[in-house]
Structures are given as C-alpha cells and as structure tokens.
C-alpha cells in the first residue's frame, strides 16, 4: 500500500498529532500544581475508525503506536495490510466500538485491546475465544457514568458484578474503565475517576488495575485534569470523517 493513496496530505496529518501531542503536554503543565503527573504516563490513542490504513502507517513512522477502531470489518482490514511493521513502528490495536456475540471471535483473535466489555457474556466470549498463543487480551469496562439511555455501558452500580467476574477468566486482563460523558456539563469525569480508585481500594488483588480512558478532542484537558491515563482522539488528528 503507497502512502500517497487517498491523496493524504502527510504532512498535515503530522502537524495535526504534533499539535495534540502539544495540547496534552500543556493540559499537564497547567494542572502540575496539583499533582506529580507526567504527559508521557498519558497514551494517547488516535481514533483512526473510516481513515484509511496509509495514514496510519504515517502516524506510525512518526512514533504512534496507539490506534482505536469502531467498525470491525474496515479495521480487520487494516490490522491485516500494516501486519508486517518495523519494531519501532509497532500498532497496537484497540477496539473502541459497540461488541454484539457474533463479533467476539474476530475481536479476540485481531485487537490487543477491548475498551467497551459492558456485560458478562461479552467478557466470556472474548475470554473463550482468545487464541492460546497470544497473550491475555486487555479489557477496559466501559460505565455508563451518566446513565443515557442512548449510550452502552454498564451502571455504576452494576460495576462490582461484572469485575468480580472479568477478574476470573484467565485469557484477559482487566485493565480499568472508559466513558463516554454526557454533552452537558457534568462531573462525569471527577466521579469516573473516583470510582476508579475505589475499584483499586477493593482489589488490591488486580494489579493490572491502570488505566482510565477518558477524555477526547473536544474535553481532553478536562478529563487530564481529573486524572485520565488515555485520551481518545480522532477529528483533531486526521480531521472529519469521511
């Protein structure tokens, strides 16, 4: 695949992810005062869902490594033309989108991560149909922190259920939570990362208990603010979608 397809402009794409690279590092200094934090103890993950695989692979050379995708089939395709990248061009590969049953398999066997595990059954799928020869598949519990009937994610309140469940398959590993807040002013990301901690506090047992994906183009300093370790970002990287 020529990274000219699609008539990408590379340089603008590279400009674009410097710049947010730039906004992440000046929301940490801003909020410095107040915590030890460090912008490099942020991933950042460059939502690339309708874009096409050679602006990925520009991204990559310039040292991305993160990359989220909503739609399974268009990402398959993806994961399979960039399969073969340098070590220092290495994907990894996260699945950001909704999960019906007849997708887990794909899912499984493709993604390095699963940031929307909202129910039991979803979580045992991907932990039966892991393959064997790679490693425990990494697995985000998506909350539903401001309870919107147009959006999936497990209630807080169902949160202890489904943990004590993920914490005992053995082919993944429960990495911590993702939000989607509500568009209305809320301090959905001051009680996310409340939650978290408690999680953290209750089992001291999950030791891969890190991670907090929170925040996007439009509220990334926002959700630094409030103790986010991953921001998802795509329209201010690659621009609209298509």
């Not at 890190?210 to 409030?226: F, H, K, R």
Request: with cysteine; glycine share 4%; hydrophobic share 40%.
């Amino acid at each position: 695949m020529k990274e000219e397809d699609h008539n990408v402009n590379s340089q603008t794409l590279i400009n674009n992810w410097q710049q947010v690279k730039e906004q992440i590092t000046q929301a940490y200094e801003q909020a410095s005062e107040r915590d030890s934090r460090s912008p490099n103890n942020t991933i950042l993950l460059a939502v690339s869902k309708t874009k096409p695989a050679d602006m990925i692979a520009i991204l990559a050379k310039q040292g991305q490594h993160h990359f989220g995708e909503n739609y399974l089939q268009e990402a398959i395709e993806k994961i399979t033309a960039l399969k073969a990248r340098p070590a220092g061009e290495s994907i990894v590969w996260h699945y950001i989108g909704s999960i019906q049953r007849n997708k887990t398999r794909d899912i499984a066997e493709h993604f390095d991560w699963v940031q929307t595990v909202e129910r039991d059954i979803i979580a045992k799928r991907l932990n039966d149909q892991r393959p064997a020869d790679l490693p425990p598949l990494n697995v985000l519990i998506q909350l539903n922190i401001d309870n919107e009937d147009s959006k999936s994610g497990c209630l807080p309140a169902q949160l202890p259920e489904l943990i004590k469940a993920i914490k005992g398959y053995e082919r993944l590993q429960l990495r911590g939570l993702m939000i989607i807040p509500a568009k209305a002013n809320t301090d959905a990301f001051a009680r996310t990362k409340q939650l978290f901690e408690e999680v953290k506090a209750d089992y001291p047992e999950l030791d891969s208990w890190d991670t907090l994906s929170m925040g996007m183009s439009s509220d990334m300093a926002e959700a630094i603010e409030n103790g986010t370790t991953m921001v998802r970002v795509g329209t201010a990287i690659f621009g609209q979608r298509a």
